[in-house]
Protein backbone atom coordinates (compact mmCIF):
# COMPACT_ATOMS: atom_id res chain seq x y z
CA UNK A 1 0.00 0.00 0.00
CA UNK A 2 1.40 3.56 -0.65
CA UNK A 3 1.99 6.17 1.68
CA UNK A 4 -0.93 8.61 -0.30
CA UNK A 5 -3.02 5.32 0.42
CA UNK A 6 -2.05 5.14 3.78
CA UNK A 7 -2.91 8.62 4.59
CA UNK A 8 -6.30 8.88 2.35
CA UNK A 9 -6.98 5.84 5.45
CA UNK A 10 -6.43 7.94 8.24
CA UNK A 11 -6.79 11.46 7.60
CA UNK A 12 -5.84 12.61 10.95
CA UNK A 13 -2.82 10.82 11.31
CA UNK A 14 -0.70 13.69 9.39
CA UNK A 15 -2.28 16.48 11.80
CA UNK A 16 -1.28 14.63 14.76
CA UNK A 17 2.24 13.91 13.31
CA UNK A 18 2.33 18.05 13.13
CA UNK A 19 1.45 18.64 16.34
CA UNK A 20 4.07 16.65 17.33
CA UNK A 21 6.29 19.51 17.99
CA UNK A 22 3.82 22.20 19.96
CA UNK A 23 2.42 19.23 22.22
CA UNK A 24 5.96 17.98 23.18
CA UNK A 25 6.82 21.82 23.45
CA UNK A 26 3.81 21.97 26.15
CA UNK A 27 4.71 18.56 27.70
CA UNK A 28 8.04 19.84 28.53
CA UNK A 29 7.39 23.29 29.61
CA UNK A 30 4.47 21.36 31.72
CA UNK A 31 7.07 18.99 33.43
CA UNK A 32 9.25 22.03 34.07
CA UNK A 33 6.94 24.11 35.73
CA UNK A 34 5.28 20.97 37.67
CA UNK A 35 8.65 20.36 39.05
CA UNK A 36 9.80 23.86 39.71
CA UNK A 37 6.43 23.97 41.77
CA UNK A 38 7.16 20.88 43.67
CA UNK A 39 10.77 21.57 44.45
CA UNK A 40 11.08 24.84 46.50
CA UNK A 41 13.75 27.58 44.83
CA UNK A 42 13.52 29.40 48.00
CA UNK A 43 15.01 26.12 50.54
CA UNK A 44 18.76 26.61 49.63
CA UNK A 45 20.69 23.58 47.89
CA UNK A 46 18.00 22.24 45.14
CA UNK A 47 19.09 24.86 42.03
CA UNK A 48 22.30 26.49 41.45
CA UNK A 49 22.90 30.33 42.27
CA UNK A 50 22.68 33.09 39.63
CA UNK A 51 26.31 32.71 38.00
CA UNK A 52 25.80 36.53 36.85
CA UNK A 53 24.55 37.34 40.91
CA UNK A 54 27.45 35.35 42.39
CA UNK A 55 30.13 37.18 40.48
CA UNK A 56 28.81 41.04 40.38
CA UNK A 57 26.44 40.98 42.68
CA UNK A 58 24.04 42.47 40.28
CA UNK A 59 20.96 41.14 39.28
CA UNK A 60 20.41 39.79 35.64
CA UNK A 61 16.89 40.00 33.90
CA UNK A 62 16.21 36.55 35.01
CA UNK A 63 16.77 36.31 38.36
CA UNK A 64 13.76 35.68 40.92
CA UNK A 65 12.00 33.91 37.52
CA UNK A 66 12.65 30.24 39.48
CA UNK A 67 10.97 31.66 42.51
CA UNK A 68 8.43 33.31 40.22
CA UNK A 69 7.66 30.59 38.34
CA UNK A 70 7.13 28.24 41.88
CA UNK A 71 4.69 31.34 43.38
CA UNK A 72 2.90 30.80 40.12
CA UNK A 73 2.49 27.21 40.07
CA UNK A 74 0.75 27.16 43.95
CA UNK A 75 -1.59 30.10 42.56
CA UNK A 76 0.25 33.31 43.86
CA UNK A 77 0.25 35.95 41.36
CA UNK A 78 1.06 38.77 43.65
CA UNK A 79 4.01 36.74 44.98
CA UNK A 80 5.24 36.19 41.19
CA UNK A 81 5.07 39.75 40.41
CA UNK A 82 7.00 41.09 43.56
CA UNK A 83 10.00 38.61 42.34
CA UNK A 84 10.61 39.13 38.31
CA UNK A 85 7.67 40.94 37.07
CA UNK A 86 9.07 40.74 33.70
CA UNK A 87 8.94 37.13 33.65
CA UNK A 88 5.59 37.16 35.19
CA UNK A 89 4.19 39.54 32.09
CA UNK A 90 6.19 37.35 29.27
CA UNK A 91 4.01 34.48 29.83
CA UNK A 92 0.84 35.55 28.45
CA UNK A 93 2.96 36.18 25.12
CA UNK A 94 4.60 32.90 25.30
CA UNK A 95 1.25 31.56 25.74
CA UNK A 96 -0.32 33.66 23.00
CA UNK A 97 2.68 32.48 20.30
CA UNK A 98 2.78 28.85 21.21
CA UNK A 99 -1.25 28.71 20.80
CA UNK A 100 -0.99 30.33 17.11
CA UNK A 101 2.15 27.84 16.61
CA UNK A 102 -0.61 24.92 17.26
CA UNK A 103 -3.22 26.22 15.91
CA UNK A 104 -1.72 26.72 12.45
CA UNK A 105 0.07 23.29 13.13
CA UNK A 106 -3.52 21.91 13.11
CA UNK A 107 -4.69 23.34 9.94
CA UNK A 108 -1.95 22.66 8.14
CA UNK A 109 -0.78 26.41 7.26
CA UNK A 110 2.08 27.56 7.18
CA UNK A 111 3.94 27.97 10.24
CA UNK A 112 6.18 31.73 10.31
CA UNK A 113 9.90 31.32 11.08
CA UNK A 114 10.20 34.06 13.17
CA UNK A 115 7.76 34.55 16.48
CA UNK A 116 7.28 38.09 15.92
CA UNK A 117 8.13 41.17 13.20
CA UNK A 118 11.57 41.70 14.27
CA UNK A 119 11.16 45.12 15.17
CA UNK A 120 9.18 43.74 18.25
CA UNK A 121 11.74 41.17 18.94
CA UNK A 122 14.14 44.30 19.14
CA UNK A 123 11.72 46.31 21.26
CA UNK A 124 11.91 43.37 23.35
CA UNK A 125 15.36 43.14 23.85
CA UNK A 126 15.84 46.63 24.48
CA UNK A 127 13.17 46.25 27.68
CA UNK A 128 15.24 43.80 28.69
CA UNK A 129 18.18 45.69 28.74
CA UNK A 130 16.28 48.60 30.48
CA UNK A 131 15.00 46.82 32.98
CA UNK A 132 18.24 45.13 33.72
CA UNK A 133 19.96 48.47 34.36
CA UNK A 134 16.99 49.77 36.40
CA UNK A 135 16.80 46.70 38.79
CA UNK A 136 20.26 47.29 39.89
CA UNK A 137 19.69 51.16 40.48
CA UNK A 138 18.41 52.42 43.84
CA UNK A 139 15.25 53.95 42.43
CA UNK A 140 14.45 50.40 40.60
CA UNK A 141 15.17 48.45 43.94
CA UNK A 142 11.35 47.28 43.67
CA UNK A 143 11.90 45.52 40.42
CA UNK A 144 14.86 43.31 42.42
CA UNK A 145 13.90 39.50 43.94
Not at 23 to 41: E, I, K, N, R, S
Amino acid sequence: MSARAERAGRPGAGRARALLGPLGAAALTGAVFTYVGAVDPNAPGHYPTCPFLFLTGLYCPGCGTLRAVHALAHGDVVAALGLNPLAVVTVPFLLFWWGRWALRTWQRRPVRTSLAHPAYIWAFLALVIVYWIVRNLPFGRFLAP
